[in-house]
């Protein structure tokens, strides 16, 4: 039978629609899928049949990517593959063209799934041009613009329309992605997305021109957060290395990101006062360049933070006109003797020795070479004679690598220095030497190095100094290297944190995930193992500066001749540090093989692990990967695992994409600052770094962040989660133990950990203070409440007493109501209370109210403690005596 052969006893479209209908709202989609495929050789006219049908189903296609109408459409699909005579060949060009431009109307409001089933059933990327163009018109005319963008990247129609036109509404319905998909692999409009977005950095930028051009387009507050310059400057340059464009295009995002750079680099000398004046006089002058706006910026920081002399230095070296000048410079100046005139470098290079001083070495690790012991690798005479001695059969080798800091100007970076460490010797290989770096036996010899599975290297966050190299040679994106006999030390310190051994009184003190110390990442490994420090200082240098100063060499050095030491110790006695005996064993990235192009999905999972053990530290919380992981998310403690912890005692900064994380965490008795949506991501950094707290973020921003804290101080959680599944999985990698006694113990509002109790005569006394409650008001409340007609309302306020206190008052702090003022009903720090909030209905059945101290709002006791106790309660331990709560609120 010929499925396209009109005859007497064909199928009414309307009958096998009802048919599938009532199949899908059973949600049987076995037998949804039988019915399909009888019921379409059934229809005399199977193409103009399933216009029939999908129009005729039930609810527009919005938001919806399982509907009725995409089921059918896919069905059907299936089965034109295998009845290929059903074609629009087979119709006439006239027929032809009709279906194809009723199919057309279809999809004005469906998803991108729905609308390529279409385009293959009724080849509607035949139609003429101009038919297009005009659909394109019609959608973006009812404001469906992601549809428009959809179909013009289906279609390949980006030639056809105006980029602005296209991209601008959806950058501002926070569809950035899709306006970068819709310019991707068309060079001129991946420029005019990138040169777009950068006159949005603009300080003349006028949102008002965005309100004109698109008046149905409604600017809220969570867009103008999407196009503040902070955020676009990230897009931007994220966006101009992804298409590799000159950064001639995006002057004002290339200057916001150096202006920042250069508030952060004098917050670092300044404030924080961890970078010594040479590193900062380096960064400076590379950031700030030849842009005169940023020295002029320069030399107004230097006014505020250091002085006078300091910025007349500096506005000399770059010329400022005096017109340009803040007050007070160019006086400055003019009495500057000669010798002060020019800013010099400290001259530490050569007055500093190789060996450190006393004080120096009673602090920090120091490494037990002579400086002649190490050589610098620069021509292919050195890097022979160092091939003869790292690849040694059976050698251990130190691997470290620096690179030059960019403060997020640019985002992958170029190694400029690799440290081999062997017993008696350190090789730094000079990357930045003439014709070093791209010299054909450098590359075969880093490749010979990876690969020797006899020679065993050792390195701390290798994926960081692996991607660096990628980035430094693209040959090993084309021909990925090979790894083999690689032991990652992160790997073997996480081991050793989250071991329950007990150290002996004469070990080093063992500083456990999340406690409050000054050492990090690999200076924690050393510090614990060998009992002193790194020596931090020069770490944010400026590698690609030759010659380097002896402290930098000195760094370089100790940073990769301490693996070996480190090794050594916990090779000859693994067990005191809790771990097996081949710690080989321990590594689950020993078998990496840096850029194996496998399957899409491995890469993603692989990414994931190894984002982990990022070379600054950061650790990214994902979802469950294997049968351990899962089997933790269901309640199963493994057998290494963190201390357990309060809720009180982790202290984070929820980054402004995580918000809804941070009020669960919150709402548990975390200790949560969230950033305001306007808030620059840079902000989470300076928090964390202030007050000692763990960065929670998602997405982009965990690349800049986690090189701005300690090792284990910024995790990264997937985007696509849950908030709820979001905060179960923080709790559970911290091993934070809630109890209902935690819930509710912070404000919701403000993070504080201080109430006031207000007894319900208080608080009726205060609303009628404030014109909130009058008499009549107040009558049913007082027939209904006993105690009320044997007290009379005082004019002073009754004490912060009560027989009964709040589940979380052992959790939180009480402040007496003595410190409350009784005429403007505001406490010490300024706040008042929240009567506004208070409904009067509330006060006939609640006794007690609880007051924030910190910002005034009002608390009660609700139903709000039961849904979240049931929210939670896979995480949640609950003691004997907070069972019957728990059963009480389970029942409300």
Request: with cysteine; hydrophobic share 35%.
């Amino acid at each position: 039978m010929n499925p396209q052969a009109p005859h007497a006893a064909g199928l009414d479209p309307a009958v096998l629609r009802d048919q599938l209908l009532e199949l899908w709202n059973w949600k049987d989609l076995q037998t949804f899928h039988l019915v399909a495929i009888k019921g379409f050789p059934r229809l005399s006219e199977p193409l103009e049949a399933l216009l029939t049908i999908v129009e005729g189903c039930p609810g527009r296609q919005r938001g919806r990517s399982h509907t009725l109408g995409h089921h059918i459409l896919m069905e059907f699909q299936r089965w034109m593959k295998e009845h290929p005579q059903v074609s629009l060949s087979s119709l006439s060009e006239q027929q032809a063209l009709e279906l194809q431009r009723r199919a057309l109307r279809l999809p004005a409001e469906a998803q991108a799934s729905f609308f390529e089933s279409l385009i293959n059933i009724y080849h509607l990327g035949s139609l003429d041009p101009a038919v297009l163009r005009l659909h394109l018109e019609k959608l973006q005319a009812l404001s469906c613009y992601k549809e428009a963008a959809v179909f013009c990247i289906k279609l390949n129609l980006q030639k056809e329309v105006n980029m602005e036109e296209m991209c601008i509404p959806l950058i501002l319905q926070d569809k950035l992605p899709l306006a970068e998909s819709f310019v991707t692999g068309h060079n001129h409009l991946e420029q005019q997305l990138v040169t777009l977005l950068d006159s949005w950095c603009h300080p003349s930028f006028s949102v008002e021109e965005l309100n004109k051009q698109f008046p149905r387009l409604s600017l809220s507050k969570h867009t103008m957060g999407l196009i503040a310059p902070k955020m676009l400057a990230k897009h931007i340059l994220r966006l101009a290395e992804k298409f590799n464009i000159d950064q001639g295009l995006y002057p004002n995002a290339l200057h916001k990101r150096r202006l920042d750079s250069l508030r952060f680099l004098m917050y670092k000398r300044f404030v924080e006062k961890t970078m010594t004046e040479d590193n900062w006089s380096d960064h400076v002058q590379s950031v700030v360049a030849d842009d005169l706006e940023l020295q002029i910026q320069l030399v107004e920081m230097l006014v505020k933070y250091y002085g006078l002399q300091k910025a007349a230095q500096w506005s000399l070296k770059y010329n400022i006109p005096r017109y340009r000048l803040p007050f007070g410079v160019w006086e400055t100046q003019q009495r500057l003797p000669p010798d002060l005139q020019q800013i010099c470098p400290s001259g530490s290079e050569q007055t500093e020795e190789w060996i450190s001083s006393q004080h120096h070495c009673q602090r920090f690790y120091q490494v037990p070479l002579t400086k002649d012991k190490v050589s610098f690798v620069g021509t292919a005479e050195a890097l022979q004679r160092c091939r003869n001695i790292v690849l040694k059969e059976g050698g251990v080798v130190g691997i470290d690598m620096e690179w030059q800091p960019t403060f997020g100007c640019i985002v992958t970076q170029q190694v400029a220095l690799i440290q081999l460490a062997v017993t008696d010797q350190v090789f730094l290989l000079d990357l930045c030497a003439n014709g070093f770096c791209q010299n054909p036996d450098t590359l075969s010899f880093l490749r010979s190095l990876f690969s020797a599975r006899n020679v065993l290297k050792l390195g701390y966050g290798m994926s960081g100094d692996l991607k660096c190299l990628l980035a430094t040679w693209h040959q090993f994106v084309d021909e990925p290297l090979k790894m083999e006999g690689v032991l990652d030390l992160l790997n073997v310190h996480q081991k050793i944190q989250r071991s329950k051994v007990k150290r002996t009184q004469n070990g080093p003190k063992e500083v456990l995930v999340g406690a409050d110390s000054a050492e990090k990442g690999l200076s924690l490994l050393v510090q614990q193992v060998l009992g002193k420090p790194l020596d931090k200082t020069e770490q944010m240098s400026n590698w690609e500066k030759r010659p380097l100063r002896i402290s930098q060499i000195r760094y370089a050095v100790a940073d990769a001749y301490c693996l070996l030491d480190v090794y050594s110790v916990l090779s000859r006695n693994p067990a005191r540090y809790g771990l097996p005996a081949d710690l080989r064993s321990i590594c689950s990235s020993q078998s990496e093989k840096s850029g194996d192009k496998t399957e899409k999905k491995k890469l993603a999972k692989q990414k994931k692990q190894t984002l982990e053990e990022e070379c600054q530290g950061a650790q990214r919380v994902s979802p469950p990967r294997s049968d351990t992981e899962k089997g933790l998310l269901c309640g199963e403690k493994p057998s290494e695992y963190p201390p357990p912890l309060l809720p009180q005692q982790l202290r984070v900064v929820c980054d402004n994409m995580l918000q809804g994380l941070g009020r669960y965490l919150r709402c548990l008795g975390v200790d949560v600052i969230m950033l305001e949506n306007t808030d620059d991501h840079r902000e989470a950094a300076r928090l964390a770094q202030a007050e000692g707290r763990v960065i929670l973020t998602c997405g982009q921003p965990f690349q800049s962040l986690r090189s701005q804290v300690g090792e284990g101080r910024c995790l990264a959680l997937e985007c696509t989660e849950k908030a709820r599944d979001q905060a179960v999985r923080v709790l559970r990698h911290f091993n934070v133990q809630p109890t209902p006694s935690d819930i509710f113990s912070r404000c919701q509002a403000c993070n504080s950990d201080q109430y006031a109790a207000v007894p319900r005569e208080d608080m009726v006394r205060m609303l009628k203070q404030k014109g909130f409650l009058q008499d009549q008001d107040t009558e049913h409340t007082q027939q209904t409440s006993h105690q009320q007609e044997e007290e009379k309302l005082g004019d002073i306020l009754t004490p912060c007493m009560t027989p009964e206190p709040p589940r979380y008052a052992l959790q939180c702090r009480w402040a007496p109501l003595s410190g409350l003022d009784p005429d403007t009903l505001t406490f010490p720090g300024g706040a008042p209370i929240q009567l506004h909030a208070v409904p009067p209905a509330l006060l006939p059945r609640i006794p007690l109210f609880y007051v924030c101290t910190r910002c005034g709002k009002v608390f009660w006791e609700g139903s709000h403690f039961g849904r979240v106790l049931s929210m939670f309660q896979e995480v949640l331990h609950v003691a004997d005596e907070d069972t019957d709560a728990v059963a009480a609120a389970q029942l409300s």
